[in-house]
């Protein structure tokens, strides 16, 4: 009983990722709404990109365990990389099918927020390993 109190607890951290993550879009198209400076408004332009390409690879991480007895057994870090690049994809054919859009636009600037996000979140791997952690392996 102890060990599911522990997981739904780290489930919980990645949670709070998640919704910090919306969050900080929602706030980010509030200030895009008011007037700013050319590079800031820059910057708060690219930011719900970055911001999804950091913190949208938490929901597969969210259900790691049902994946893996859906589909194959990946490594923590398998499925964390498969993650990040699953939410990388999504977000890249996102832009790309704003320019069949009416009221967006195709920017490659979002495109490389996006990547940088991914990086970022990468780099996070040390500090996201014990919240995806099977409970019988040892981590690395």
């Not at 950091?54 to 589909?71: M, N, S």
């Not at 832009?95 to 636009?105: A, C, M, S």
Request: net charge positive; hydrophobic share 50%; proline share 4%.
């Amino acid at each position: 009983m102890a060990s599911v109190k522990i997981v739904n607890r780290k489930q919980d951290y990645l949670g709070f990722i998640l919704i910090l993550g919306i969050g900080l879009i929602i706030f980010t198209h509030y200030l895009r709404d008011t007037q700013a400076s050319n590079s800031i408004s820059f910057f708060l332009g690219i930011a719900p990109n970055f911001i999804s390409a950091f913190c949208c690879p938490v929901v597969f991480l969210l259900y790691i365990k049902h994946a893996q007895k859906l589909f194959c057994k990946l490594s923590d870090f398998q499925w964390f990389f498969s993650s990040i690049l699953i939410t990388l994809i999504g977000l890249f054919f996102w832009e790309l099918r704003q320019v069949y859009l009416d009221k967006f636009t195709f920017d490659t600037y979002d495109i490389v927020a996006s990547f940088i996000g991914s990086i970022c979140f990468l780099g996070c791997w040390p500090l996201i390993k014990p919240f995806i952690a099977q409970p019988n392996k040892q981590i690395n």
